[in-house]
């Protein structure tokens, strides 16, 4: 069974910084293209970032860029997200997803499934 | 960025229904699309890519259609367990984006 776990979710002030971590199993993680999903309390769902199998390629979402790094650890089947320079904005349920992409762009671009649980990020003072 | 809009936002609907959802993009994306359901409190499921293929495991209830910019995921025979919100996804170009959500109901 494929399955995905996020963990690293905290109460983090303003300006403060956080990494999450999914961890893959029941597939050949390193072949698989992997994006970070959000979803503000009680709002729809907005990409974050996406990063290729070999995690050459990286991709952001405006509202992150510049202040978040996508990375992956394919000997532990393990991807992260660094996130610094937290706003209040940034609150939400992060959920990791495999990407089942199309040909170009490595992969990266395309729909989600599985995803993991969530985990829940709250940026407050 | 493609902005995706779905109609209505919320429906009533019984037992027993055949509904349709629409989601419309703001610019051609092929067939690019995907539909998730999600229930309260849980993570989203992947129900349709490619915007008429039926993710593995998912019943034949629900089928999608449509390509360029307006899509439908149609539901028949609504069960207690498919009242949840349904959301596209456009994965054309980057960013990939979602539509606002349909909520849906028991009347």
């Known amino acids: 069974e494929v399955q995905l776990v996020e963990s690293g979710g905290d109460l983090v002030q303003p300006g403060g910084s956080l990494r999450l971590s999914c961890t893959g199993s029941?597939?050949?993680?390193?072949?698989?293209?992997m994006s970070w999903v959000r979803q503000a309390p009680g709002k729809g769902l907005e990409w974050v970032s996406a990063?290729?199998?070999?995690?050459?390629?990286?991709y952001y979402a405006d509202s992150v860029k510049g202040r978040s790094t996508i990375s992956r650890d394919n000997s532990k089947n393990t991807l992260h997200l660094q996130m610094n320079s937290l706003r209040a904005e940034d609150t939400a349920i992060y959920y990791c997803?495999?990407?089942?992409?199309?040909?170009?762009?490595?992969?990266?671009?395309?729909?989600?499934?599985?995803w993991g649980q969530g985990t829940l990020v709250t940026v407050s003072s | 960025d493609i902005q995706m809009t779905q109609s209505p936002s919320s429906l009533s609907a019984s037992v027993g229904d055949r509904i349709t959802l629409t989601c419309r993009a703001s610019q051609d994306i092929s067939n690019y699309l995907a539909w998730f359901q999600q229930k309260p409190g849980k993570a989203p499921k992947s129900l349709i890519y490619a915007a008429s293929n039926l993710q593995s495991g998912v019943p034949s209830k629900f089928s999608g259609s449509g390509s360029g910019t307006d899509f439908t995921l149609t539901i028949g025979g609504l069960q207690p367990e498919d009242f949840a919100t349904y959301y596209c996804q456009q994965y054309s170009i980057y960013p990939p984006t979602f539509g606002g959500g349909t909520k849906v109901e028991i009347k």
């Open positions: 997803a495999k990407v089942h992409g199309r040909v170009a762009l490595a992969g990266t671009l395309g729909w989600f499934d599985p």
């Open positions: 029941g597939f050949t993680f390193s072949n698989s293209a």
């Open positions: 990063i290729s199998g070999s995690g050459a390629s990286t």
